[in-house]
């Protein structure tokens, strides 16, 4: 009896392992094709320059709206648009398109693929906007958007958009939200390869206030950090800066805001368990006495939300405003900087980050940045390239640019994500039944 229980537990054993090794040998069958999608960068509103940013001459790229969507070799580092949005193969590099008004303000984004849906926190629909959302519309079928707008008064009638293949379409901030001038825009891609970008521009009668670009917001989150907030004393004290939140759910947040400077960390009197109303758009003021140069905020909330923040900045005696935006935990990734030569300011709790930077003359550098808090760095001169290599846990960095125009502002993060498809394989079972 013991001698046929032993044997019985002996093959169910065997009989396990045996499907085990046959399930394994399945599913290390299947083979999966990876790739970087097209990123897309804005088009070039009528009296603003805009140059967009890549690595190699080689890099294949064609003009959305162009009869011909054949991808042809771009043959330049620097990208003059003329008028329509472009289309880049760039392989996980992101390219930053700079745009300016000559005078008045500059701004710069970064190129990304299409998405399902992105946020905007940043622009105005009352009597000083000029501002203007783009959608664009990369692929060769019609695609529907949606855009849903809230302000200060709450949420605002839904804006629906068809878009024809391979064109793009411009919609008025202040159609969205008449009077208002606090808003936050979210656009929702129904169907089609869809992208948007936000230009937040100011008038006030025969005064022109500056503009700036708005990079976008992937989705709501409990935690934030913007980094690379613009810092000009105004006759040797303390600008305002104006954080514009939004809680999109039901329920009321309660958030803290904690500053990151040269000087340490600390939280401002009055931003500690703050609460926050849903549904509605709020803008705070808030009054750093903070060193000169740039600062971070870290926002942690119990409620997702989404949060920028818009600073006045002076450069090359053009007064310009910049919307600084959220930026993800640094990861591995390259991005495009020819031209613009930006400053960036990084920010952690511990900061150990190693580059690459790729020159013009072909030279490659190798550097390595530490600290605490926050830290400075600047993009040395001819630098086409920067390819982070390793970042310490939540290190944060956004990008700041002084342009003879006006001041600019871009987060470091990657424009695409590489994606896994499955590749179909044939099985002779599907032909025996």
């Not at 065997?14 to 090794?21: C, F, G, M, S, Y």
Request: charged content about 15%.
């Amino acid at each position: 009896m013991k001698f046929q229980k032993g044997a019985i537990l002996a093959g169910v054993i065997a009989a396990i392992l045996l499907a085990t090794n046959l399930f394994d040998a399945n599913t290390s069958a299947r083979q999966f094709s990876k790739s970087y999608p097209a990123v897309v960068c804005p088009p070039n509103p009528a009296g603003v320059t805009t140059a967009t940013s890549v690595a190699s001459k080689k890099t294949p790229f064609y003009r959305i709206g162009n009869k011909s969507t054949k991808l042809v070799n771009i043959k330049t580092l620097r990208y003059s648009s003329v008028s329509d949005p472009i289309l880049l193969q760039t392989e996980g590099l992101t390219p930053v398109s700079f745009q300016s008004r000559t005078g008045v303000w500059a701004g710069s984004v970064l190129c990304t693929a299409p998405a399902t849906s992105q946020w905007f926190v940043g622009g105005t629909s009352d009597v000083s906007s000029k501002g203007v959302v783009y959608l664009v519309n990369s692929g060769l079928s019609v695609s529907i958007a949606d855009i849903f707008t809230w302000s200060e008064n709450g949420e605002q009638a839904v804006k629906t958009i068809s878009l024809k293949a391979n064109s793009s379409a411009a919609v008025k901030l202040d159609s969205l939200a008449p009077g208002d001038s606090n808003i936050v825009v979210k656009v929702v891609a129904r169907s089609g390869r869809v992208n948007s970008f936000l230009v937040d521009e100011r008038v006030k009668g025969l005064q022109k206030l500056g503009g700036d670009l708005v990079n976008a917001i992937s989705a709501p989150a409990r935690k934030f950090v913007i980094t690379g907030i613009p810092q000009q004393l105004v006759k040797k004290k303390a600008p305002t800066h104006y954080l514009r939140l939004f809680v999109p759910g039901v329920a009321d947040a309660n958030f803290t805001l904690e500053l990151l400077s040269s000087n340490g960390r600390f939280i401002p009197t009055g931003f500690n368990e703050r609460k926050l109303a849903s549904g509605k758009v709020v803008e705070l003021k808030l009054t750093p006495e903070v060193a000169k140069g740039a600062f971070a905020i870290k926002l942690t909330s119990d409620q997702p939300l989404v949060a920028a923040i818009r600073s006045r900045a002076t450069s090359n005696g053009n007064s310009d405003f910049v919307w600084s935006t959220p930026s993800p935990a640094l990861a591995p990734m390259q991005i495009a900087i020819g031209g613009i030569l930006p400053k960036i300011i990084f920010a952690g709790d511990v900061i150990a980050i190693d580059l690459k930077v790729e020159f013009s003359n072909g030279k490659v550098k190798e550097q390595s940045i530490t600290g605490s808090d926050l830290v400075s760095w600047q993009v040395p001169n001819n630098a086409i390239a920067i390819t982070f290599l390793r970042a310490g846990v939540d290190n944060y960095a956004g990008a700041l640019i002084a342009a003879r125009s006006g001041y600019a502002f871009f987060p470091i993060a990657s424009g695409a994500e590489l994606t896994k498809v499955a590749i179909p394989s044939s099985n002779i079972r599907v032909l025996n039944p």
